[in-house]
């Protein structure tokens, strides 16, 4: 070979070994920006976010600012439960790289990272802000087996590991509901009717006392103090499982229309209407609430009490009055719009017929004895 070939040979050689160390510094250079410890997104400012929406292939939850409060769209605006929302915007704010991996688009299937309506699909968060504009677009992929999740941007081919598992993917729109509901205090008079018509009504004087049934009762019959102490304790941690709109729900297909309406009054004055429905196809029961205050509006007189005593007790009283008050307004601006599922272990312990309040009384011993005498004076089924 002459010298002239071997020159040209070992120019071209140094070209391409340049060529490949300019590619490989490019790629290098290309990932220290999705590296190991780098933000994600380094500029989301959550104080100008307004919607986000999680999107899966079995569930989707967009929860929005409007109208000076944060909503579940998929619950026709019901508030959104607070620390949920802000958890996941700071966790998404600090989102970090824990490790980039090497995979292309034909292993997203493998990492559920396929677009959605392709099968294997991840779950879509998209990020808002106020003017509008589209601040970021997430495909959450599967949980790795060592803990977090894969992650790939919506138009973007790179894949990386995060360390957190953003454990409110997935979910459905009820569990982004805000969960303040109502609680029933000391049950002082508690009465269930239907069609009008009162079913049954328990009460009692003072509260170290149990409860009452009120009427007649067979002499056959007692009351059962197991059944009656449900009630007693019924509403006193009251939760919800979903909620839907009045004017979205026909009474028919809540029940509403053929409902039990259970009112209960506490010591403290408040009262609370609890219109109970039919359970849904999962056992749960729609019910609406309403909250009333029917107490003193001024302190009965206490005699010999000296001035400032009265000045203090006085005081303390009006404070109590005001916030009983508010207490019933503020809990029907927050209902009065809605019917609430129920889980049937908190309602069924009200949905009682009079006759489920009552259990028969132990016989005499003397009547036992003379039953199990006339057992043995029976002629047994083989004797003729």
Do not use: C
Not at 133 to 143: A, C, N, T, Y
Not at 152 to 163: F, N
Request: aromatic content about 6%.
């Amino acid at each position: 070979m002459k010298n002239k070939q071997l020159l040209t040979l070992a120019i071209i050689t140094l070209v391409l070994l340049a060529v490949g160390i300019l590619m490989t510094t490019s790629r290098n250079s290309a990932w220290q920006g999705e590296g190991t410890g780098a933000k994600i997104i380094p500029d989301l400012d959550i104080n100008k976010v307004t919607k986000l929406a999680v999107q899966g292939p079995e569930a989707t939850v967009t929860v929005e600012f409007k109208n000076d409060i944060w909503g579940v769209v998929e619950r026709d605006g019901y508030p959104a439960k607070y620390a949920t929302l802000i958890t996941f915007l700071e966790d998404l704010r600090d989102l970090t790289v824990a490790q980039p991996v090497a995979a292309g688009e034909s292993q997203y299937g493998r990492l559920k990272l396929n677009s959605l309506g392709k099968d294997d699909a991840g779950t879509l968060v998209t990020v808002t802000a106020d003017d509008g504009s589209e601040v970021v677009s997430l495909i959450f992929g599967k949980d790795h087996k060592g803990g977090g999740r894969y992650l790939r941007a919506k138009d973007g081919k790179s894949v990386m590991l995060i360390s957190k598992s953003f454990y409110q993917l997935g979910q459905k729109a009820s569990s982004w509901l805000a969960e303040e509901f109502f609680k029933v205090g000391d049950v002082k008079e508690a009465t269930l009717s239907a069609d009008g018509k009162e079913l049954w009504k328990v009460s009692r004087e003072k509260e170290s006392d149990e409860l009452q049934l009120a009427g007649d009762i067979a002499a056959e019959k007692e009351v059962d103090t197991s059944t009656l102490s449900r009630v007693k304790s019924a509403f006193s941690s009251a939760r919800f499982s979903d909620v839907a709109s009045r004017s979205g729900t026909k009474p028919e297909d809540s029940g509403l229309d053929k409902a039990k309406t259970y009112v209960v009054r506490e010591f403290k004055g408040m009262v609370h209407t609890i219109v109970i429905g039919k359970k849904n196809d999962e056992g749960k029961y729609w019910v609406t609430v309403a909250a009333s205050y029917d107490g003193p509006a001024e302190r009965p007189p206490v005699k010999d009490e000296k001035p400032e005593d009265k000045e203090r007790n006085d005081k303390e009283f009006a404070e109590n009055l005001a916030k009983s008050q508010k207490d019933a307004a503020d809990l029907n601006a927050r209902t009065k719009d809605w019917v609430y599922q129920m889980d049937s272990w908190s309602v069924d312990g009200v949905v009682k017929t009079r006759d489920e309040l009552l259990k028969d009384k132990p016989k005499p011993k003397k009547d036992e004895a003379k039953e199990d005498e006339a057992k043995k004076d029976e002629p047994k089924k083989d004797e003729k």
